[in-house]
């Protein structure tokens, strides 16, 4: 799998839960829309709608959403999350329920929400036992009558610990509460079920583990959202846009589903491009497979150094593809994070943690590296 990407020699990138190497296809995707665009008179009015389409079709394939009308491309998490904020009204005493040191973007439209700050919810993490069963029962201990919103990742993205979102989704149909998904941090390298999970709309960055560009990501919105508003009104989520020589005949009507909530130039000749050839990538190398490599290869650095006093949580309690490793007391960080860069070796620092996160392009050898850094750090 490595012939997919450029990595050079020498460099041992244990870190794309910051941002996925691109791989070769995707780049050269980009190169030849950067050639249609030199030649605008080659763009046809199709192409301002085809390329979406297939991308939407493939990202609905990815989280198995079954109708990829409901799926929006959007530019950034943020955005996202936005269109949920913008259609939902919390009177006093509502309460939104998160995780303890969520990412902001699942946060902060939230925190604009609420008429008390206290009504924010924050389920603490577990300090010991199976973080990832106890954090999910948590969750769902959390969830009363009063809860209007539950906003969750899949997984943790500074740990990797996951949460059970099939039984946190049931507990939120049981009271009434939305149940919103940011899904960057597990979708396209860990399997998501969202006929299961039932989330009335998932939301994920695509230059994480998508494997497409900065700059767009895809959402879906159930069916709670098809009497809503998108936050933003453009031309092309109207119906009948592909008219283009009647837009000039205002339009009221929006397009159905999730795709009145999409951004304004969604069909950007350049990015859109190269994320469907990203989605094709990832569908055709399979979340499972990507799971299975990622164990293998980090299995055995993984129990020298649990012997060796470090911790990191017992499989499945975080995804293969993204896991914390908490730090031995009396290691100095500062030293070792100036020693991983002599090693050329990526990962982030979280907190007390070590956040590990390969892929397919990823080896032993690479776990190797780590592993000698911490035993001698």
Request: proline share 5%; charged share 25%; with cysteine.
């Amino acid at each position: 799998m490595q012939d997919h990407f450029e990595l050079e020699r020498g460099i041992h990138y244990l870190n794309c839960a910051y941002m996925s190497p691109l791989p070769k296809e995707v780049r050269e995707a980009g190169y030849e829309s950067i050639e249609r665009k030199v030649r605008p008179y080659s763009v046809g009015v199709e192409e301002f709608f085809d390329p979406v389409a297939d991308v939407r079709r493939l990202f609905a394939r990815l989280i198995n959403a079954g109708d990829p009308d409901r799926i929006a491309i959007i530019p950034s998490v943020s955005y996202g999350m936005a269109n949920v904020a913008a259609n939902i009204t919390l009177a006093r005493g509502d309460k939104v329920l998160i995780l303890e040191d969520q990412f902001p973007s699942n946060v902060y439209p939230w925190m604009e929400l609420l008429h008390d700050p206290e009504d924010l919810v924050i389920i603490p993490k577990p300090s010991s036992g199976n973080i990832s069963e106890a954090w999910t029962d948590r969750v769902i201990d959390g969830i009363d009558h009063r809860t209007r919103m539950v906003a969750l990742p899949n997984v943790h993205w500074a740990c990797g610990t996951r949460i059970d979102l099939a039984a946190i989704g049931a507990r939120c149909r049981e009271v009434g509460a939305l149940f919103i998904i940011d899904g960057t941090q597990s979708i396209g390298a860990m399997e998501f079920e969202q006929e299961k999970v039932q989330a009335d709309a998932v939301v994920s960055a695509g230059y994480k583990w998508l494997m497409g560009p900065y700059g767009i990501g895809a959402a879906y919105y159930g069916p709670w959202f098809d009497d809503k508003r998108p936050m933003e009104h453009n031309w092309i989520n109207r119906i009948n846009s592909e008219d283009f020589k009647g837009l000039v005949h205002y339009q009221p009507e929006l397009r159905p589903k999730g795709l009145k909530f999409a951004m304004g130039e969604q069909s950007n000749f350049i990015l859109i491009a190269m994320f469907r050839k990203a989605l094709e990538l990832v569908l055709g190398w399979g979340t499972k497979r990507i799971q299975a490599h990622c164990r293998e290869i980090s299995g055995p650095t993984i129990s020298v150094l649990r012997e060796a006093g470090f911790h990191i949580p017992a499989s499945g309690q975080t995804g293969s593809h993204l896991f914390g490793i908490g730090l031995t007391r009396g290691l100095d960080l500062e030293r070792l994070k100036n020693v991983m860069a002599g090693q050329n070796l990526f990962v982030s620092f979280r907190g007390n943690q070590v956040r590990v996160s390969p892929h397919l392009y990823n080896t032993h050898d690479d776990f190797e590296v780590l592993k000698e850094v911490l035993l001698h750090c």
